[in-house]
T-cell receptor, first 112, second 108 residues
Framework: EAGVAQSPRYKIIEKRQSVAFWCNPI?????LYWYQQILGQGPKLLIQ????????DSQLPKDRFSAERLKGVDSTLKIQPAKLEDSAVYLC??????????FGEGSRLTVL | EDQVTQSPEALRLQEGESSSLNCSYT??????LFWYRQDPGKGPEFLFT???AGEEKEKERLKATLTKKESFLHITAPKPEDSATYLC?????????FGTGTSLTVIP
């Protein structure tokens, strides 16, 4: 079974530039999460989708972050404009039913 | 406020020296507690799910236990390849709350 795919794995940008991350979930997993993990910290939820609808985006900085999930499958997370404090690993996770999350390898963002 | 606290933040063990990692939580309506392993530059990898107090799960040198307020991850006779960050997470249904992790280093 293929895992959660994320790209790009690494991205370096200047502050105020924009960046987009892509996630392809495990086939059949209806629930998709984007997490932000700052070095030395645990993952922090940004947004949760159930199919293509948003379940929880209460911690998403909506002035600069946006996310969508097309047709309930792939998802993109965009940051525009980026700030220095956005430097982190962005993790996509999916879930089929009540149970564990399956994570991708993450996309590491460095904002200079 | 729902919270997950892990201790210690970092742990250095000699190969073969057994120890335990702690995860304490304060959430309403626990629906499950999860342990993950995270290697540098990788996403978290699922280890165990525990659902009710008294439950135990084992995998190789790892054993996870759960009480009403905390969980322990026991590592028996660790090897250098067990070096990683171990994350604890709890769920109340849809929401997952993660701790900050314990960074384990096993010295040969």
């Amino acid at each position: 079974e293929a895992g959660v795919a994320q790209s790009p794995r690494y991205k370096i940008i200047e502050k105020r530039q924009s960046v987009a991350f892509w996630c392809n979930p495990i086939s059949g997993h209806a629930t998709l999460y984007w997490y932000q993990q700052i070095l030395g910290q645990g993952p922090k939820l940004l947004i949760q989708f159930q199919n293509n609808g948003v379940v929880d985006d209460s911690q998403l900085p909506k002035d600069r972050f946006s996310a969508e999930r097309l047709k309930g499958v792939d998802s993109t997370l965009k940051i525009q404009p980026a700030k220095l404090e956005d430097s982190a690993v962005y993790l996509c996770a999916t879930r089929w039913a009540p149970g564990e999350l399956f994570f991708g390898e993450g996309s590491r963002l460095t904002v200079l | 406020e729902d919270q997950v606290t892990q201790s210690p933040e970092a742990l250095r063990l000699q190969e073969g020296e057994s120890s335990s990692l702690n995860c304490s939580y304060t959430v309403s309506g626990l629906r499950g507690l999860f342990w993950y392993r995270q290697d540098p530059g990788k996403g978290p990898e699922f280890l165990f799910t525990l659902y009710s107090a008294g439950e135990e799960k084992e995998k190789e040198r790892l054993k996870a236990t759960l009480t009403k307020k905390e969980s322990f991850l026991h590592i028996t006779a660790p090897k250098p390849e067990d070096s990683a960050t171990y994350l604890c997470a709890v769920t109340t249904g849809n929401q997952f709350y993660f701790g900050t992790g314990t960074s384990l280093t096993v010295i040969p």
